[in-house]
């Protein structure tokens, strides 16, 4: 087990939570999820009392605790009872679909606000500044993602043109293996998945490293496969909703991560964050003349 390297900051533990429920056991999950879902709650109540809830025993409750980082189940109440505040203002609310688009679409607006406040609690800032400063030394960039996450990242290759800094972002999954199996040392693969868990992105992935390619993986789980195949690791996010709940928290939260990540790349390049220039000029006649 590892521990955390510093406490989270107050508001962001339930998000560390949740960025490394998919890697306990079944019966440490239940611990974790119970503490994601009423965090108030747990911080009120004892190793046996939690036990009791999850259907566990307190040696899994201890042993889940040392699992997600932290020292035992106090040190985990501790923070739980310094996030209280905060973790009482992010708990969800159901969607009251007989209110129509009146209850719906605000309440929507309100679950992803409530999810953003959280979503940086697993993210690794100097893990973040080395990979801004491989993509802007690189001799080639490569994105390469699928499905869902798909998006997401080609919002980020174009936000990388349009501020200079070269970019290749095929859609297609063979091309995306094929042009990893052609990188070399130096140049920079960057991985979008919020599962981490895509077999076809984490194939264009291993391809980029057999090429000796640094692996930039953007994901909201700090133990998937992505992250550990990952040279540095961006995890945000990681509140999970099912599809028919209607959330897109997870990809706003991408979005803004690749936004900032490129705001970071054209820092370091000595260019203004948003589009500008010459291939901004050129975009706005591409569309225009659509």
Known sequence: MTHLTADPLPGDTVGVIRSLIPSLVPSEQRVAQACADDAPGVAMLSVADLAARTDTSPATVIRACQNLGFRGFQHLRLLLLRDLGAAESSRDSDVDRAAGSRGRVPA??????????????????????????????ARRVLLVSNGGSGPSAQMMALRLLTAGRPVEAPHDSVTQQLSARTLGS??????VSDSGMNSVTLRAVK????????????????????????????????????????????????????????????????????????????ALDIIEGE
């Open 108 to 137: 929507l607006f309100e679950s992803a606000a409530r999810d953003l406040n959280s979503a940086l609690g697993a993210l690794d800032y100097d893990a973040f500044d080395a990979a801004a400063r491989a993509i802007a030394a």
């Open 186 to 191: 130096g140049d920079v693969c960057i991985a």
């Open 207 to 282: 391809a980029a490293r057999a090429s000796s390619a640094i692996v930039v993986g953007v994901t909201s789980y700090s133990r998937s496969p992505l992250s550990q195949l990952a040279d540095h690791s961006l995890v945000a996010g990681a509140s999970y909703h099912s599809w028919a709940d209607g959330a897109v928290s997870g990809n706003i939260i991408q979005v803004l991560l690749l936004a900032a990540l490129q705001d970071a790349v054209a820092s370091i390049l000595g260019h203004t964050a948003g589009p500008s220039g010459p291939l901004l000029d050129e």
